[in-house]
């Protein structure tokens, strides 16, 4: 989970994780709690890292856009 560490810095540096497996592997799932405790800071992380992820190559979508 991305949000295993509370802490809007320590999700970031996971979603930046998932954005390296995504460019080495061609796709990465990364898994957030919603309507958890780290809900807000789960949000905040994705909108400060997203330009980013994007730089990098990397394009947010949702699950179902991979495997639907």
Known sequence: ?????????????QLLLAGDIA????KAIAIGHAGQKHTPQ???AIQEVAPQL???????????????
Request: no cysteine.
């Open 1 to 13: 989970y991305i949000d295993k560490k509370p802490g809007k810095e320590a999700i970031k540096k």
């Open 23 to 26: 460019i080495k592997y061609g």
């Open 42 to 44: 789960l949000a905040q």
């Open 54 to 68: 994007e730089e990098m190559g990397v394009e947010l979508v949702f699950v179902s856009e991979l495997f639907g």
